[in-house]
Structures are given as structure tokens and as C-alpha cells.
């Protein structure tokens, strides 16, 4: 995502309405929410803080902010303060200036925020309320009598989600308070409030130690936190995102290789059994954030749904306790070193301070981590590292392991897992970076989108894309050094919005051509790039293509044709994309395929 992160805090402690008592926490909560979200190494947000505001000022704060959210922009509204119901069951957030019996007028009305929400161009929606009743905030995509229901397929699925602190028949609580106490002491944050800057500062709420924090992660940490607390308030989630929405990066989960991550959340428990292994080794590494990190990692472990992970996890978070102790006993001067655990300061020319991974240690970790995959299962060792990138002259110096278990270099790239088409490769390989220009064409757009931006683009590497269909998913990889330019743009696009619910194109040609307009009109997207077609490189079957003359729909080719100077090759399908498409074909005897165009793209999910 190229977007900017936007957060909004307003917290309202005093009232002039005496019917609302004074409360301690807010102004506390925004403080220490507003720190970890500006922290670059967390959230990286651009930080509006608001205490005590008046409902005028607040509503306009709250109306820019989703009125000048980009696309591609992620944006998270936080409330603090009183929530109340009025006669008719409706949440109004109380402000400064609220009066309890007139708080259409004084007060910030939760169908006014929900509206926002559902106005806004963002597709990367978070609001956060911690306040009483915090669960009687309005569903989305309301609508009045009489309007087309069409509108409510358009708002649908729009990338939103709501985290409350209680439900609609719940109070919220103060940390260490109850619903009579009087005020006393220093303010802190509240119980929900607290669970979430506890998560996202120290990384707890990481659950699957990849780096990343997801709203899905974030709120499974904060209910726990708040039911180990044992307030009687239940956190809420109405998440209407597909696919993951990343809200922060994890401070502990920078201290791990990604791949380690990665393998954590591979479906075959080959790969996650595997991976405890790795880990335990790790927790005898020299550097303390490292096996901090990999101690963190296991204790994820030990809840996994394979008895056998979690059996091992445990067994190498109790043998590591058991090191300890009589490492202690013996007043030894260095912990046990496992003796295929990589030194992690590496004594080569690009060696750093323990604790931080050094590229040839980074190397060094990847060819441990495929051999132990390669012993667990010859599939789970495609699947441990199924998104590398590539290296000088295409080729990313994968390594496996030998008949005796030692790494061996392999000499020759395997650019993809198992059970994806081959893609081709340039004759000449591009360099690192290319310069990308997306300059208009003048022509008006077949849906809104923005062009991205022109610069450095990356041109190596692997991205993993699962494109959602009416007939299933169809498992995808774009390739970066075979056209840049074009996945930066498809990926900006996805980012967008923009191939959702767009119709497919059946023809004469071999390909399911899909992200056209309204009857099969033209997909343009109001801007171009540079032409990166390969001369003379035939279109196979399993092939992913964009048209290089209008730069937006994509086409896969289920049959093998000639070279074509208007396509590009940007990537590959799976064989089991490939079967979905056969499917569909052998539904009718047409030649042209017609029927193809009931097929109906939903929406495309990047894998980071």
C-alpha cells in the first residue's frame, strides 16, 4: 500500500452537563494511544489528538477526516468518553458541550460517524470505541425506504471494521474502578484502552509472530486481556474487510526472519513442526531481542490446533527453561549453544552487533530453515518460502539440503513453488529499480482510481495474489522482474478497490479476460506506462497477461497461443486456478467460450 496512515483521537473527561460524570481515563488513553500510533517502528500515523472538544468541533474534525482520506489511505477514528442511548436505543457519543436531553443537538450522533464511514473513498476503515454502550453503534450500509437496493451491493464488503469496548447492554471500565466509584488518584487508561496500546506497543498482539497486526489479532488480544481483568464488559468486532487489515507493525516481530512468520502460518503442520525446531535453536542465540523473539514465537506455538506442534512447542519452551536453570546452577559464563545454531554477529564484512540480523546471517537462517522443511515434507519445503525474491540475473540462490543433511547451494533458480506455472524470463534481466511514469491519457476512467505514483520501483521479487472469483479462487503470482511497472500498477489498483465485482470477457482468443467495465466495456484506467512486453514470447496456458494498450483489465490464458506485441506477462497462475477455468469451459461446447462471461471477479487479495 502507498497511502498514508491517518488517525483521529477525540477523548471527552469533563462535561458541563452535570448529568455526566467526570471521567479519569480518556485524556489518558488518547496520550498513550496517540504515542504508540505516531511511533514510525509501530504505527506511523499522522496523529489529530482532540480533548474535551465541543460536538461542533468534533463533527467537522471527524467529517474531514474521512472526506480527505485517499484511496489508499488507512484511517482509524478513536472515541473516549460517555456513550449514551436516547429514548429511541440510538448511541450518541457525548462531547464537552453535551446535554442529556438534547443530544441530537450537543452531542456526536454513531449513525453520523457510521455515515462517514460509508462516504468516505478509503477502503481501510478502523474506528475504535471505548465508551459505554460502545456496541449499539449502527451496522453499515443503511439505507432508506425507497432507495435501490443495488446501493447496499456497492457498500458491501467495503474495507471497514468497528472495535467497541462492551456490548449494547454494557458499561465500560476504568482501570481499577467499578460503576460506583468515586475518582481518586492519577488518570490511566481504561481496561480496553490499556489492552490496546499494550498490544501494539510491546507487540503481544502479533499472535502469529509475523511483524504484522491485524484488527483480527489486535481484538483476539484485547478480549482476552479484558476477560483476564474480570470486568464484566465484552469487547465487539463487526469487521467488513476481505482478506487481512493491517493496522501496525510489530515492534517484537522485526527481531525474526518474515519467512519464520510465514512458516508459522502455513497450512501443513509439517512446516509449523518444522519450524520449532528452528526456534528452539534460536533461543539460544547470543542476541537477547532474537531469542526474546523466538521464545514469543513459541508460545504462539503452543496453541496451535495440531496437537503434535503444540506437544513440540511446549517440550522446547521446557527444555529451555531446564538449560537455564542449570546453566545457573553451574554459574556457566555463556548459555548452551545448540551446535547447528547459526553465530549470529558472523564474522564476514557485513557482520553487526549480536541481536541483529546481518545479511549473510539472514542467509544463513534460510538455509537452515529449508533444510529442516526439506526433512518434515518435500511439499512443505515449496511452501516455507513460497514468495522469495529474486537476486542478480534472476536467480535468488535458494538453498537445500544434501542426502547427509548438510546445505547444499543450488546452482539454478526455482523461481516458484510447487504447483504454479512456470512464468518466462527476460533475455536481458532488468536491474534492481526501474523508473515507472503513470502519466494520463486523457480518457476518462471506466471506475474511480487514482494513478500511482511515478518513481523507483522494485524489480525483483515475488508477489503472492489470490484472485476471488464466482467460480473460486484462483491462486496467483505476479513477477516483478519480468514487469514492474505493471505489478506496481495492478497492485496499486487491488489496493483500490478496483476489480471488485467486475465482470470476465469470453472470446475468441485462449484467455479469461476479466476487469472490464459494464458490458464488456473497455477497462480504462485514465492513465499508462511503458509497453513491457517481451518480443516474441509466446502466451502459454497458466500465463497472467494485461493488455499493454489499455493498461487495466488482465487476462489468464487457459490455452497456449503465439506471441502477441499488445500483451504482457506479469505473472503466473496455480494448476489448480487453471482446473477451476477448465471447469467452467467444459460447461458448454461453445468454441468462443462465450459462457465465460458469467464469470465475475469479487475482489483480489495481495499477500504482503
Known sequence: MTGKRRALLI?????????????????????????????????????????????????????????????????????????IKDDYGRLHLAMANSRHD?????????????????????????????????????????????????????????????????S????????????GSTLVG????????????????????????????????????????????????????DSRFQGR??????????????????????????????IVGELSGLLRSDGAEVAEAARAALATLTGDAAGSVAAAAHAALARA??????????????????????????HHEDAQAPGVWSPSARRTVLISLAAAVATASLVAAATLFPWQGGSEGGSAGHAVGDSA???????????????FVTPPTRPTPLPAQVTCQYPSNGDEPVRPVERPESGEVAARGLVRADINTSIGTIPAILDRSLAPCTVNAFIHRVGQGFYESTPCHGGLLATLDCGYGPGAEIANPGYSWTNEVIPDEPNLRGYLLMDATSHAAFGIAFEDYGPWERTTVFGTISEEGLKLIDAKRAESDDPSNRHLSDIVVTGVDIQS
Not at 462535561?15 to 489518558?28: E, G, I, Q, V
Request: charge should be negative; charged fraction near 20%.
Open 11 to 83: 477523548a471527552t473527561e469533563s462535561y458541563s452537563d452535570a448529568t455526566f460524570r467526570r471521567l479519569r481515563a480518556p485524556h489518558a488513553d488518547a496520550e498513550a494511544l496517540a504515542a504508540v500510533l505516531r511511533d514510525p517502528a509501530i504505527g506511523g500515523y499522522e496523529v489529530e489528538a482532540l480533548r474535551n472538544p465541543p460536538a461542533h468541533v468534533a463533527n467537522l474534525a471527524i467529517e474531514d477526516l474521512f472526506a480527505a482520506a485517499r484511496l489508499d489511505d488507512l484511517v482509524l477514528l478513536y472515541l473516549s468518553g460517555h456513550g
Open 102 to 166: 438534547r443530544l441530537n443537538a450537543t452531542a456526536v450522533s454513531a449513525q453520523f460517524v457510521r455515515n462517514q464511514m460509508d462516504g468516505t473513498r478509503s477502503r481501510r476503515v478502523v474506528v475504535v470505541l471505548d465508551c459505554c454502550f460502545a456496541g449499539a453503534f449502527p451496522p453499515g450500509s443503511t439505507h432508506r425506504t425507497g432507495e435501490n437496493a443495488g446501493a447496499l451491493e456497492q457498500l458491501g464488503g467495503r474495507g471497514s471494521a468497528v472495535m467497541t469496548s462492551s
Open 168 to 179: 449494547a447492554l454494557e458499561y465500560s471500565f476504568e482501570s481499577g474502578e467499578d460503576a
Open 186 to 237: 492519577a488518570a490511566g487508561p481504561s481496561v480496553f484502552t490499556g489492552a490496546l496500546v499494550e498490544g501494539l506497543r510491546t507487540g503481544s498482539a502479533d499472535r502469529n509472530a509475523d511483524g504484522l497486526v491485524d484488527v483480527d489479532e489486535l481484538y483476539d488480544f484485547i478480549y482476552a486481556q479484558v476477560e483476564a481483568a474480570g470486568k464484566p464488559q465484552t469487547p465487539g468486532l
Open 245 to 274: 487489515l493491517v493496522v501496525a507493525t510489530s515492534p517484537a516481530g522485526t527481531d525474526l526472519p518474515p519467512e519464520i512468520g510465514q512458516a508459522m502460518r502455513s497450512p501443513l503442520p509439517s512446516v509449523r513442526l518444522a
Open 321 to 346: 527453561e531446564t538449560a537455564a536453570k542449570e546453566a545457573a546452577d553451574e554459574q556457566a559464563s555463556r548459555p548452551v549453544k545448540a551446535p547447528e545454531v547459526p553465530d549470529w554477529t558472523d
Open 405 to 419: 543433511g548438510e546445505p547444499v547451494t543450488q546452482t539454478e533458480q526455482v523461481r516458484i513453488p510447487q504447483g
